[in-house]
T-cell receptor, first 113, second 117 residues
Framework: AQSVTQLDSQVPVFEEAPVELRCNYS??????LFWYVQYPNQGLQLLLK??????LVESINGFEAEFNKSQTSFHLRKPSVHISDTAEYFC???????????FGAGTRLFVKA | SAVISQKPSRDICQRGTSLTIQCQVD?????MFWYRQQPGQSLTLIAT?????????ESGFVIDKFPISRPNLTFSTLTVSNMSPEDSSIYLC??????????????FGPGTRLTVL
């Protein structure tokens, strides 16, 4: 079985500051890792994913996440956030042989001017 | 990418009644999923619905409480039966697109916000 822990329920940050949203997972088998974003009153959207290969993956809007197998982590980072990044971010895992995605509890990122 | 719509977007219901949530996808998909997102908690998978077969329910969810229909490859319904305040939650429809494996991309509807009084 897999589990996902998002260590921060809320992260307030000023505009143009860097941010890191932390995610740790637990699994006895190989996993794929995902970050989803949910903007206010919208559905979840895939932000980025790690399937294989390079452990650093990037999204089109400046976010990146690094898969660290030894730390069982997949932290999400952005060097300079915008007001429009205000949203809830969900980390998720799926075992490489299955269809069930396990989600973390979410981290609410609040970017202040 | 799949575009998913859900109806209703929100509802306030009385205890003991039932609500049926509709999920419409703009493309044909094999697998559809229903999730529950309770306040301050993560998404929890209720069931997986494939067209032409019975839905598969996760531990803690039963068909009598959450009957699901999947009449075709673009539509599904989830009914929340005999509701209690504990059923107050956001209900999300989700589909996968891709080659049919664990690397497929998952898409989500905007959710139905249910409040039970």
């Amino acid at each position: 079985a897999q589990s996902v822990t998002q260590l921060d329920s809320q992260v307030p940050v000023f505009e143009e500051a860097p941010v890191e949203l932390r995610c740790n997972y637990s699994s006895s088998v190989s996993v794929y890792l995902f970050w989803y974003v949910q903007y206010p009153n919208q559905g979840l959207q895939l932000l980025l994913k790690y399937l294989s290969g390079s452990t650093l993956v990037e999204s089109i809007n400046g976010f990146e996440a690094e898969f660290n197998k030894s730390q069982t982590s997949f932290h999400l980072r952005k060097p300079s956030v915008h007001i429009s990044d205000t949203a809830e971010y969900f980390c998720a895992v799926r075992n490489t042989g299955g269809f069930k995605t396990i989600f973390g509890a979410g981290t609410r990122l609040f970017v202040k001017a | 990418s799949a575009v998913i719509s859900q109806k209703p977007s929100r509802d306030i219901c009385q205890r003991g009644t039932s609500l049926t949530i509709q999920c419409q996808v703009d493309s044909q998909v094999t697998m559809m999923f229903w999730y529950r997102q309770q306040p301050g908690q993560s998404l929890t998978l209720i069931a997986t619905a494939n067209q032409g077969s019975e839905a598969t329910y996760e531990s803690g969810f039963v068909i009598d409480k959450f009957p699901i229909s999947r009449p075709n490859l673009t539509f599904s319904t989830l009914t929340v039966s005999n509701m209690s305040p504990e059923d107050s939650s956001i209900y999300l429809c989700s589909v996968e697109e891709g080659a049919g494996g664990p690397t497929d991309t998952q898409y989500f509807g905007p959710g139905t916000r249910l409040t039970v009084l």
